[in-house]
């Protein structure tokens, strides 16, 4: 079945809307004061006997990172439309992507047992890797000349997920607390995913006729039926049919005194998408007379048109059914930490990311300082694939039971108002009890009491002293005689 445009973008455009919130996990490796950060380091040190996330705010998490171009001047009043997209043509390149990841728990629960900690909880999980199809917004805003009469995309991944996440963890300690093991199961609930898995393109242009020659497979999975979105219960969403397992693996060890190294593995799993799925295909050989366009400033706003024309060009197919798997987006850390006194530690964290065939590389150094039971304070320095203006703080503040932090990974871009080609904050609100033998603070202890001598104590004590004296006498007039 032939498909309109209309019908191939909508799954997409469905799937975007609902991330317009949007991650490295650097700062939350080794700020262990925060109970939901444990999802980034499986066996980071746990200091609460037990954690309860506030229902809805117990942990909201959005990163956004465009490292082809500053956001600051696209989003000011300085340029104009037209002017906003010259510059972003005129500064992305091949390859350059957009990635957003966002996390919202909807519950989320920790509690210790002897030496080991168990946690559950329930997330929103949306991510989207947008790989920019350069050759195609040229050719959509400037036309074919700019391109000297030809174009050549391949292998350009973007990738969209939505999902439910439900989570049992257990981490638990062993030789006296210098080596921690923890590990996380998932359960997935798949909402809506799009994903490009073959994206070859070459066309040639000329004065009367563009010559496309493709192969290209794009694949969408939606709950709710694109055509008929008629709503047939919560559980639809809840436990939709969309189903994969994950899980998380970390260890830390303690190789010297106030030394400690980690490793964790996250999100390797996948999703197996089955209800309302649909593949479009576009494989051959297609030729188009095409229209007469305006373009640059006169025709930006046909922008969409001609890309509209181009996609019925090239005789997109749809199939509708089936399933299919797709793996996470994973992640891999590794991670060191000395505490130069029980308040004031220095970490170093890498973190790599995978997302398909493309990977993201980001270093960090931190300084922690747990400054009181009551409050924590955060602050790093990161490269994030290859960005490498990037300082973030954070704190943590008890109140009692009551904890709020606020977290983020750049706040320089966001005072400097420049160079902002990352986003990212993460806060909330917990109940948190302390362990007993929270690190770096003594162990409350209550002094002994000693109930004074009885009367026949002291009465016997004070015999045994007139006879000890005497004792002593006799031996002394013994040594005189001598």
């Given at each position: 079945?032939?498909?309109?445009?209309?019908?191939?973008?909508?799954g997409?455009?469905?799937?975007?809307?609902?991330?317009?919130?949007?991650?490295?996990?650097?700062?939350a490796?080794?700020f262990?004061r925060v109970?939901e950060?444990?999802?980034a380091?499986?066996?980071?040190?746990q200091?609460?006997?037990a954690?309860v996330g506030?229902p809805?705010?117990?942990?909201q998490?959005?990163y956004?990172?465009n490292?082809s171009?500053?956001?600051?001047?696209?989003?000011?009043?300085?340029?104009?439309g037209?002017?906003s997209?010259e510059?972003?043509l005129?500064?992305?390149?091949?390859?350059?992507r957009?990635?957003?990841?966002?996390?919202?728990?909807?519950a989320?629960?920790?509690f210790?047992?002897?030496?080991?900690?168990?946690?559950?909880?329930?997330?929103v999980?949306?991510?989207?890797?947008?790989?920019?199809?350069?050759?195609i917004?040229?050719?959509a805003?400037?036309?074919?000349?700019p391109?000297?009469?030809?174009?050549n995309?391949s292998?350009?991944?973007?990738?969209?997920?939505?999902?439910?996440?439900?989570?049992?963890?257990?981490q638990h300690?062993?030789?006296?607390?210098?080596?921690?093991?923890?590990g996380?199961?998932?359960y997935?609930?798949?909402l809506a995913h799009?994903?490009?898995?073959?994206?070859?393109l070459?066309?040639?242009?000329n004065?009367?006729?563009?010559?496309?020659?493709?192969?290209?497979e794009t694949?969408?999975?939606?709950v709710?039926?694109?055509?008929?979105?008629?709503f047939?219960g919560?559980?639809?969403?809840?436990?939709?049919?969309n189903?994969?397992?994950?899980?998380?693996?970390?260890?830390?060890?303690?190789?010297?005194p106030?030394?400690?190294?980690s490793?964790?593995?996250l999100?390797?799993g996948?999703v197996t998408?089955?209800?309302n799925t649909?593949t479009?295909t576009?494989?051959?050989q297609?030729?188009?007379?095409?229209?007469?366009y305006s373009?640059?400033?006169?025709?930006?706003m046909?922008g969409?048109?001609i890309?509209n024309d181009?996609?019925?060009?090239?005789?997109f197919?749809e199939?509708?059914?089936g399933?299919?798997?797709?793996?996470?987006?994973?992640s891999?850390?590794?991670g060191?930490?000395y505490q130069?006194?029980?308040?004031?530690?220095?970490g170093?964290?890498y973190?790599?990311n995978?997302?398909?065939?493309?990977?993201?590389?980001?270093f960090?150094?931190?300084y922690?300082?747990?400054?009181s039971?009551w409050?924590?304070?955060?602050a790093?320095?990161a490269?994030?694939?290859?960005?490498n203006?990037?300082?973030?703080?954070?704190?943590?503040?008890n109140l009692?039971?009551?904890?709020l932090?606020l977290?983020?990974?750049d706040?320089m871009?966001a005072?400097?108002s420049?160079?902002?080609?990352m986003?990212n904050?993460?806060?909330?609100m917990?109940v948190a009890?302390y362990?007993?033998?929270l690190?770096?603070y003594e162990v409350?202890?209550?002094?002994?009491?000693i109930?004074?001598?009885?009367?026949?104590?002291a009465?016997?004590?004070?015999e045994?002293?007139?006879?000890?004296?005497?004792?002593?006498?006799?031996?002394?007039?013994?040594?005189?005689t001598?």
């Amino acid at each position: 079945m032939k498909v309109s445009t209309k019908h191939m973008l909508v799954g997409a455009f469905v799937t975007a809307a609902s991330l317009a919130h949007g991650q490295s996990m650097i700062s939350a490796y080794n700020f262990e004061r925060v109970g939901e950060f444990h999802m980034a380091n499986p066996s980071a040190y746990q200091p609460y006997r037990a954690v309860v996330g506030i229902p809805g705010i117990g942990m909201q998490s959005t990163y956004v990172h465009n490292s082809s171009f500053d956001l600051a001047p696209v989003i000011s009043s300085g340029l104009n439309g037209n002017e906003s997209i010259e510059y972003i043509l005129d500064n992305v390149s091949e390859g350059d992507r957009l990635l957003i990841d966002q996390t919202m728990d909807i519950a989320y629960v920790g509690f210790r047992t002897g030496k080991g900690f168990w946690s559950l909880g329930v997330q929103v999980k949306n991510q989207v890797s947008f790989e920019y199809p350069v050759e195609i917004l040229n050719l959509a805003y400037y036309g074919s000349v700019p391109l000297n009469g030809q174009i050549n995309m391949s292998n350009n991944e973007t990738t969209l997920n939505s999902y439910l996440t439900y989570h049992v963890g257990y981490q638990h300690e062993l030789m006296d607390g210098k080596m921690r093991v923890g590990g996380r199961l998932k359960y997935l609930s798949g909402l809506a995913h799009m994903s490009s898995t073959r994206t070859d393109l070459q066309g040639t242009f000329n004065s009367d006729v563009w010559t496309f020659n493709t192969d290209i497979e794009t694949r969408v999975a939606t709950v709710l039926n694109v055509d008929d979105p008629e709503f047939t219960g919560v559980n639809t969403f809840l436990f939709s049919d969309n189903k994969g397992y994950a899980f998380d693996l970390g260890v830390s060890y303690e190789v010297m005194p106030n030394l400690e190294v980690s490793i964790a593995a996250l999100d390797i799993g996948s999703v197996t998408w089955s209800t309302n799925t649909r593949t479009y295909t576009s494989k051959g050989q297609y030729t188009w007379e095409g229209v007469e366009y305006s373009y640059g400033e006169e025709g930006s706003m046909n922008g969409d048109s001609i890309l509209n024309d181009i996609v019925d060009a090239l005789n997109f197919q749809e199939t509708a059914g089936g399933s299919f798997t797709q793996a996470l987006p994973r992640s891999y850390m590794a991670g060191a930490r000395y505490q130069l006194h029980p308040k004031h530690g220095f970490g170093a964290t890498y973190q790599l990311n995978q997302w398909g065939d493309r990977t993201f590389n980001t270093f960090g150094v931190s300084y922690i300082g747990n400054w009181s039971k009551w409050f924590s304070f955060y602050a790093n320095y990161a490269v994030i694939d290859g960005d490498n203006l990037n300082v973030g703080v954070g704190f943590s503040l008890n109140l009692g039971p009551i904890q709020l932090y606020l977290l983020t990974d750049d706040v320089m871009s966001a005072q400097l108002s420049k160079d902002l080609n990352m986003a990212n904050i993460r806060f909330g609100m917990n109940v948190a009890l302390y362990r007993k033998d929270l690190k770096g603070y003594e162990v409350d202890k209550e002094p002994a009491l000693i109930a004074p001598p009885s009367e026949e104590a002291a009465q016997s004590g004070s015999e045994e002293g007139e006879s000890s004296s005497e004792t002593e006498d006799e031996n002394n007039s013994n040594n005189e005689t001598i």
